[in-house]
């Protein structure tokens, strides 16, 4: 029960949020808190759509990934979000 809530609001904010805001703190510099936040569930939709084509596109993707399971989305996810971040991190620093 606790597991399934969990995973639940993980995959809710992993998938409509987190790689949609740390992308629009990447590419949109000036915007207000609200436009970042409404932007980057539009910008996280994008993304899931592009993992789903990647690992689901055709026949050969599907042998490469494993196909779309629950694990290979969190899982590439994760890695977009966390790759996402280190391109923020170093552009964010580089400027200062």
Do not use: C, H, W
């Not at 409509?16 to 980057?40: C, D, N, Q, T, W």
């Not at 759509?49 to 490469?64: A, P, V």
Request: aromatic letters at 10%.
């Amino acid at each position: 029960m606790i597991l399934e809530i969990t995973q639940a609001i993980i995959g809710l904010a992993l998938g409509l949020f987190i790689p949609g805001y740390i992308l629009s703190l990447i590419i949109l510099k000036k915007i207000s808190k609200l436009e970042r936040v409404a932007v980057s569930f539009g910008l996280s939709i994008a993304i899931d759509i592009l993992i789903g084509l990647f690992l689901g596109l055709n026949e050969t993707m599907r042998s490469l990934t494993g196909g779309i399971t629950t694990l290979n989305v969190y899982l590439y996810l994760t890695v977009v979000s966390i790759v996402l971040g280190i391109i923020y991190f170093f552009t964010s620093t580089r400027k200062t």
